[in-house]
Antibody
Framework: EVQLVESGGGLVQPGGSLRLSCAAS????????MHWVRQVKGKGLEWVSG???????YYLDSVKGRFTISREDAKNSLYLQMNNLRAGDTAVYFC???????????WGQGTTVTVSS | SSALTQPPSVSVSPGQTASITCSGD??????VFWYQQKPGQSPVQVIY???KRPSGIPERFSGSSSGNTATLTISGTQAMDEADYYC?????????FGTGTKVTVL
């Protein structure tokens, strides 16, 4: 069974940093593009960042220069380094696999990031 | 603009048909994907490439797309279909989600 498990969320002060991780199992991780999607409580889904199979990266404009996505295929892991966090970054962060048909076919359970003083 | 607009809510009686639209300038030549999200759960893909159903998704879910508007249709809606639904497309390499539609089965 393919499974994605996020970790690393928590409470952080504005301006602080967090590193999210996403561990994949049951899948040949290196063959897939991977993404982070976030959701503010009670609101809609928002794509945050993606990384291709060769390490090409893409970001939502509002996180460019603050967030860095990376992957470690040998460990079947995806990461999101978040710096200079703002209150507006408070959300549940999901990692998601982009299928070969280009949609998000597998999602993790999410990890909660709260930015507050 | 890369925004995708959906109606905030749709109400449907059990056994009837619910239709959810998704409109946006970027849809003209791009595939649309649809996701179902129930409270406290992660999203689940229900339609890919405008109209195809992933394995395990019931036949009552169907999709179509024409011009700048895509539509998700739930035929013979069941109580278990009550959820939030999101469309999604790609704008170059950035994902774009619709504003979301809450489907209520009355």
């Amino acid at each position: 069974e393919v499974q994605l498990v996020e970790s690393g969320g928590g409470l952080v002060q504005p301006g602080g940093s967090l590193r999210l991780s996403c561990a994949a199992s049951g899948v040949t991780f290196k063959n897939y593009e991977m993404h982070w999607v976030r959701q503010v409580k009670g609101k809609g889904l928002e794509w945050v960042s993606g990384i291709g199979t060769v390490g090409d990266t893409y970001y939502l404009d509002s996180v460019k220069g603050r967030f860095t996505i990376s992957r470690e295929d040998a460990k079947n892991s995806l990461y999101l380094q978040m710096n200079n966090l703002r209150a507006g970054d408070t959300a549940v962060y999901f990692c998601a696999r982009e299928s070969l048909d280009d949609g998000f076919d597998i999602w993790g359970q999410g990890t909660t990031v709260t930015v507050s003083s | 603009s890369s925004a995708l607009t959906q109606p905030p809510s749709v109400s449907v009686s059990p056994g009837q048909t619910a239709s959810i639209t998704c409109s946006g300038d970027i849809l003209g030549n791009r595939f649309v994907f649809w996701y179902q999200q129930k409270p406290g759960q992660s999203p689940v893909q229900v339609i890919y490439h405008d109209s195809k159903r992933p394995s395990g998704i019931p036949e009552r879910f169907s999709g179509s797309s024409s011009g700048n508007t895509a539509t998700l249709t739930i035929s013979g809606t069941q109580a278990m279909d009550e959820a939030d639904y999101y469309c999604q497309a790609w704008d170059r390499s950035a994902g774009v989600f619709g504003t979301g539609t809450k489907v209520t089965v009355l």
